[in-house]
């Protein structure tokens, strides 16, 4: 049973260049409840992760304009104030290399697109109860 003390507040990062899937996301995100911000290009997310602002997660797909979200994912781990943020891959490549990179790069999770915004909210959720 989720409550209010274990996802009050919790601010969830969506790095995703495809308008849509940043709107679902957001949307579904937002009724659960979570606070979302949604950018749509690396070095916009870079820019904002740079910041001391709060972020509890980052949903982060692979394939975007600026900076791809490999090269996201590795400045995220060595920021000090973001290095143990957990972030979640989100890509509609769901090839073993890219997979195993960004493993390798310490993403926490990995979904190949298409997915049930219903099963992202439940791997949320989980990450959050630990």
């Avoid at 310490?106 to 992202?120: E, I, R, V």
Wanted: glycine share 6%; net charge positive; hydrophobic share 45%.
């Amino acid at each position: 049973m989720r409550t209010a003390s274990n996802t009050a507040r919790r601010r969830i990062l969506v790095v995703d260049d495809e308008p849509y899937v940043g709107r679902i996301i957001q949307l579904k995100l937002e009724r659960s409840p979570y606070e979302v911000e949604v950018v749509r290009d690396g070095r916009v997310a870079l820019e904002r992760l740079r910041t001391p602002l709060p972020i509890d997660l980052v949903l982060l797909d692979l394939v975007l304009p600026g900076a791809s979200g490999l090269d996201v994912l590795e400045a995220i781990r060595r920021l000090p104030h973001r290095a143990e943020t957990p972030v979640i891959m989100l890509t509609a490549k769901g090839q073993d290399a890219d997979r195993d990179r960004a493993i390798q790069l310490g993403a926490t999770d990995f979904l190949t697109k298409p997915f049930s915004p219903k099963k992202l909210l439940g791997r949320i959720d989980a990450l959050f109860a630990n």
